[in-house]
């Protein structure tokens, strides 16, 4: 971390007018009181080489990647670390002196972060719902936590099959089915539920759960339900959570955790979380007015 120094930040995806991160990093710099700004920079595909270009040309410390490029991303890097390698995808770059560009997934560290300390996940069961590109970091974090079995739900398995392929062959001691979502019946040995779709997520079917209240109710009682959506804070599943009296994890917390561990990279010392949380809350209460 260098003090004098000023740290120029971004985030390309397409399309990203909703994004958090500018808070999320505004908020860090100026707990760690550092010089820094951070930019949306909304990158359609066909701009993405262009837009790599453009950050190293501009003297960009880095940028975080979301939906579409986490994936195609990963074909600039010259180095990346262990989560990149595990999911195939990459939503963080630090950009070197030399021009070339490190990756990282901190995906998978938010989402292991978030869960609750007490609870145990090793030798356990997993269903996972959606196998788009946020399942891969969910799936890896599934892994390093040492969960034996994940159901993974898909409204298309013809679709999904290569990304199925790609996780059997990266998570070879973790059993891993690919079951069409039209054909739950029942989570009943079920020990953690994780929604990766978008159904929930604000202008997007938000009053609508991925799954049926059957198949909520068919939980057990120790289940932890986990949205990756956190917005609005509270989606229609994790309120089924709520009413069933499940223990529940909100997609903020991973949104947030994720930040810290890329801003660390960045400046080489962790934010403080409940900052971070905090004025992200704050963001929510004034936009909810």
């Keep these: ?22 808070i999320l990093y505004e908020t860090a710099f100026r707990e760690l009181g550092l010089k820094g700004s951070y930019e949306i920079i909304e990158t359609a595909p066909e701009d993405l080489i262009n837009k790599i270009k453009y950050l190293k040309r501009n003297k960009y410390y880095g940028f975080n990647v979301t939906i579409p490029h986490k994936v195609p991303m990963t074909l600039f890097l010259s180095e990346y670390d262990e989560f990149v390698n595990l999911t195939g995808s990459v ?42 590109g946020a399942s891969r970091a969910i799936c890896a974090g599934l892994y390093k936590k040492g969960i034996k079995k994940i159901d993974l739900y898909t409204r298309n398995a013809i679709n ?17 089915n690919l079951i069409q979502s039209s054909l739950m019946d029942g989570l009943n040995d079920v020990d953690i539920l994780v929604n990766t779709t978008p159904v929930g997520m604000k202008n997007f079917s938000e009053d609508n759960s ?75 209460l004034i936009n909810s007015k």
């Design 91 to 132: 939503n963080t770059i630090k950009i070197n002196e030399d021009s070339t560009l490190s990756g990282f997934n901190t995906d998978v560290f938010g989402f292991m972060e978030a869960i609750p300390k007490d609870i145990d996940l090793m030798g356990k069961k997993a269903a996972v719902l959606g196998t788009g």
């Design 210 to 284: 991925p799954i049926s209240d059957k198949n909520i109710e068919s939980l057990p009682n120790s289940a932890l339900v986990y949205d990756i959506v956190y917005n609005p804070l509270r989606t229609a599943l994790i309120s089924k959570a709520i009413k069933r009296n499940l223990r529940f994890v909100t997609g903020l917390d991973m949104l947030v955790w994720q930040a810290v561990r890329a801003m660390e990279i960045y400046v080489g010392i962790k934010p403080d979380f409940k900052s971070m949380k905090i004025r992200a809350l704050e963001e929510f």
């Design 1 to 22: 971390m260098t003090l004098d120094k000023e740290y120029k930040l971004g985030i390309i995806g397409y399309p990203i007018g909703h994004s958090l991160s500018p």
């Design 160 to 176: 999904s099959k290569k990304t199925f392929e790609v996780l059997k062959e990266r998570f070879k001691t973790v059993e891993l």
